[in-house]
């Protein structure tokens, strides 16, 4: 994964070390580092660490550990304003999924859509377009670059859809021989059982799913309003679809890792958030479908001497900022 000193330094008030020792403090203690040319560092995130340090937010927590630097913020502890809000704008509705285990509730884990009425669409500002572009990512548009923006920032996958026409969405299985056009023009035939999104008042995919987004609701200049998703999906599942349709992208490159479900409410704040800053518009309502029960959270106490103990560690009180 590429990441930004400069990005990296958002999360910290104490200037960073320069790029050549983030390196070595990365190589010594967490990742490999494949290469560093200029600001930037191309970090080997190897898949045990992918569900959480996929992320310039990931990287910052392991450098804060290594460097002994307190983090200025984490947007994964600030509390969340999005539970158990039923919208009257948007339905969703997930269609079970044969061979998967209840347990895991089938191929789609959990399913937030936003709906945001009256944007803008325009390029982006000079700073989102610079830190876009400082990792290798290309400036699209205000909205797009926002979801790819966040996705980068804290590994929460994003796609922003035109809500023309689409008051319900369906995600199920992909038809025998059905195709769909995706959003850089090419059609694929998708193989039966494909998780796709569909626009449940028309059947047509609009995306697929945890993968690439369809050409049917493109946002372009025209687009007045959006429906964002933030959802999560079976690794398994979109590891193979990848594959078989020979369709890597970052967002399957991190579902394929399985993000907790959790991270979808933390990406769609972050997403509204940063769209109403640049974009405008006004939040309509916001739909959470998670068939699964939510994890519950526990608060986890031990000692310092215990943990000095197993650790052969020598860590004192002072740590505890971390």
């Known amino acids: 994964m590429k990441v930004s000193r400069a990005w990296l330094q958002t999360y910290f008030d104490t200037p960073l070390p320069d790029t050549q020792a983030l390196s070595d403090a990365l190589t010594f203690h967490a990742f490999e580092i494949e290469e560093t040319v200029g600001d930037m560092l191309d970090v080997k995130v190897l898949p045990n660490r992918a569900a959480d340090c996929l992320s310039h937010r990931g990287i910052a927590k392991e450098l804060s550990a290594i460097l002994n630097l307190p983090l200025k913020t984490d947007p994964l502890r600030q509390p969340l304003p999005y539970r158990d809000i039923v919208s009257p704008y948007l339905t969703v509705e997930i269609e079970d999924s044969n061979g998967f285990d209840k347990l895991t509730a089938g191929k789609c ?5 936003a709906v945001v009425r009256g944007v803008k669409v325009r390029p982006s500002p000079s700073w989102l377009k610079e830190a876009l572009e400082a990792v290798g990512q290309r400036s699209v548009n205000n909205i797009v670059d926002a979801t790819n923006y966040v996705m980068l920032d804290i590994g929460q996958p994003l796609h922003a859809f035109d809500a023309k026409g689409i008051s319900s969405i369906l995600v199920r299985d992909a038809r025998e021989g059905e195709k769909m056009t995706i959003l850089s023009g090419e059609e694929y035939t998708v193989p039966k059982g494909t998780l796709l999104i569909t626009n449940a ?7 697929i799913a945890g993968v690439k987004g369809g050409k049917a609701a493109e946002v372009t200049a025209a687009t007045a309003d959006l429906i964002i998703e933030s959802a999560n999906f079976d690794g398994t599942s979109i590891r193979r679809t ?8 970052d967002a399957s490159q991190r579902f394929q ?11 769609i704040r972050e997403v509204l958030a940063l769209i109403q800053k640049i974009a405008g518009g006004e ?13 519950e959270s526990w608060n986890v106490s031990v000692s310092l001497a215990k943990m000095n103990g197993i650790l052969g560690s020598r860590f004192t009180r002072a740590h505890h900022r971390l």
């Open 257 to 267: 890792n399985r993000p907790s479900p959790e991270l979808c409410a933390y990406g």
């Open 109 to 113: 884990l959990r399913y937030m859509g």
């Open 201 to 207: 008042g028309t059947s047509e995919a609009i995306g």
């Open 283 to 295: 939040i309509a309502e916001v739909v959470d479908e998670y068939p699964a029960r939510p994890q």
């Open 242 to 249: 990848a594959q078989v349709l020979k369709l890597s992208t």
